[in-house]
């Protein structure tokens, strides 16, 4: 599959979003056999080549910034490319295919696999590898995006930041989520599931697990089971940080040093208080809920602290 990066510079005055003097926002198109992906280069004034950082979002239809039309409003990777761009580290975060303005780059659910992910990501990587505004490239992957980017990195990118990523496959985090089901229907979806591990679909779908198992999606649920997020950070060369806060409510701490172990050489960092979508939360529950639809509270002070200063150093 052939990509091209269009680079459109934008003057400060036309940039897309709110900025201040200190960076420039302009669009970014990467142009697929399927249609244009939509993104937004962040740049910071500097008098030479800079970092830059490659975002990538989190499962579902989830945007260039952190939010979607299901409720998430957050704005976490806009915040986080203004805060990179405030200390000179450019940024590039974008739609993923199908997702917002990258609508038109869809394809058909029966059709799309997880590696169609891995390879725009890729494509993303190695055209900001080639241009000269930049120093080296950074991939921070979000979520599902943290198991995108570490498959997609090696090779291609200098550094990977996990944030709040997976540390057991797909499948199995699929299983610990279902068990509150009734005993036979979990021992169904079970079933069905290890099928689709094993690269096997299922004709015969329990009318109650029809959503999630239906025959139009399994073809993409057996391309994402086969990776395991600890056997690709294994294959990472490159210098690795992980992030996990304390108050995620879907990954766990634990997750993260699984990532830790099964890649020694990794830098591991532990944010109290940080959430899913790396805000601080010092109350409980109803105060971690109520972020995901708060767009002005700021992402975690230390989460942008540590990054600065590992893509720095």
Known sequence: MKYL?????????AAV??????????????E???GKIYGTLTLPHSGGAVPVVLFIAGSGPTDRNGNNNMGLKTNCTLQLAHALAAAKIASVRYDKRGVAESVGAAKSEASLRFDDYI????????????????SKLVVAGHSE????????TPGHADKFISLAGAGTSADTILKTQLQKLPQNLYETAVKTIDSLKRGDEVKDVNPNLQQLF?????????????YDPQTEIKKLKIPVLIIQGTKDLQITVADAQKLKTAQPKSTLVIIGNMNH??????GEQAENMQSYSNPELP???????????????
């Open 299 to 313: 992402v975690n002070d230390t989460l942008v602290h540590t990054i600065i200063d590992y893509i720095k150093k």
């Open 277 to 282: 979508v790396l805000k601080n939360i010092p």
């Open 32 to 34: 697929t056999a399927t």
């Open 5 to 13: 990066l269009l680079l459109l510079f934008m003057s400060l005055g």
């Open 17 to 30: 979003g709110a900025q201040d003097s200190s960076y420039t926002e302009s669009p970014i198109v990467l």
């Open 214 to 226: 239906r025959p139009s999606i399994q073809p993409y649920l057996i391309s994402w089971f086969k």
């Open 145 to 152: 995006g943290s198991l995108i980017g570490m498959i997609a």
């Open 119 to 134: 390879a725009d990501a890729r494509a993303w990587m190695d055209l900001l590898r080639k241009d000269s505004h930049f």
